[in-house]
Antibody, heavy 116, light 112 residues
Framework: QVQLQESGPGLVKPSETLSLTCTVT????????WTWIRQPPGRGLEWIGY???????IYNPSLKSRVTISIDTSKNQFSLKLSSVTAADTAVYYC??????????WGQGTLVTVSS | DIVMTQSPDSLAVSLGERATINCKSS????????????LAWFQHKPGQPPKLLIS???TRESGVPDRFSGSGSGTDFTLTISSLQAEDVAIYYC?????????FGQGTKVEI
């Protein structure tokens, strides 16, 4: 059974960089696409972007200038960095696997609050 | 970006009754070469990640009760819960995977 677990600081100061890691167990990040999705409080789901095992990435144009997704196949992890954060970036951040265009496995999500 | 619009935003249904959620895409998510609709439905309960219920507009995922069904093509889609159970209280999202960025509807809250 594939499992994903997000980790990282739950509080980030405005203008700083949000950094999260997703650890995958029961499967390998050397296959499929690995995705970050977020949900601001009281709002809907927003796709941030994904990475393939080759390191190729596609980002949401709305966030592209601030987002970096990377992958570490040796640790079976992938990561998200979002720079210059504001209160609007406060959200539950999910990592997920995309197989045949479908998000089939998700992490439990982690709340990141942007506040001084 | 493909815009996904759901209706209604919320609905209250009695136990055992039918719940119907609509989703409209702009533009179409029907891929002409393979006649497939790149449309999924998710169920999202508080404190849990979204759960994939239906893919390709009408294919129920393994383990999903058969009271859940999806229909539609092109730009107009429907998720139907034929006989609402207490455990179905959740927010439901449609999502297109026709292209990137992947986009979701705003969600429909289903209550008893």
């Amino acid at each position: 059974q594939v499992q994903l677990q997000e980790s990282g600081p739950g509080l980030v100061k405005p203008s700083e960089t949000l950094s999260l890691t997703c650890t995958v167990t029961g499967g390998s990040v050397s296959s499929y696409y690995w995705t970050w999705i977020r949900q601001p409080p009281g709002r809907g789901l927003e796709w941030i972007g994904y990475i393939y095992n080759t390191g190729s990435t596609i980002y949401n144009p709305s966030l592209k200038s601030r987002v970096t997704i990377s992958i570490d196949t040796s640790k079976n992890q992938f990561s998200l960095k979002l720079s210059s954060v504001t209160a609007a970036d406060t959200a539950v951040y999910y990592c997920a696997r995309e197989v045949n265009e479908l998000f089939d496995y998700w992490g439990q999500g982690t709340l990141v609050t942007v506040s001084s | 970006d493909i815009v996904m619009t759901q209706s209604p935003d919320s609905l209250a249904v009695s136990l055992g009754e039918r719940a119907t959620i609509n989703c409209k895409s702009s533009p179409s998510v029907l891929y002409s070469s393979n006649k497939q609709n790149y449309l999924a439905w998710f169920q999202h309960k508080p404190g849990q990640p979204p759960k994939l219920l239906i893919s390709w507009a009408s294919t129920r995922e393994s383990g999903v009760p058969d009271r859940f069904s999806g229909s539609g093509s092109g730009t107009d889609f429907t998720l139907t819960i034929s006989s609402l159970q207490a455990e179905d209280v959740a927010i439901y999202y449609c999502q297109q995977y026709y292209n990137t960025p992947r986009t979701f509807g705003q969600g429909t809250k289903v209550e008893i």
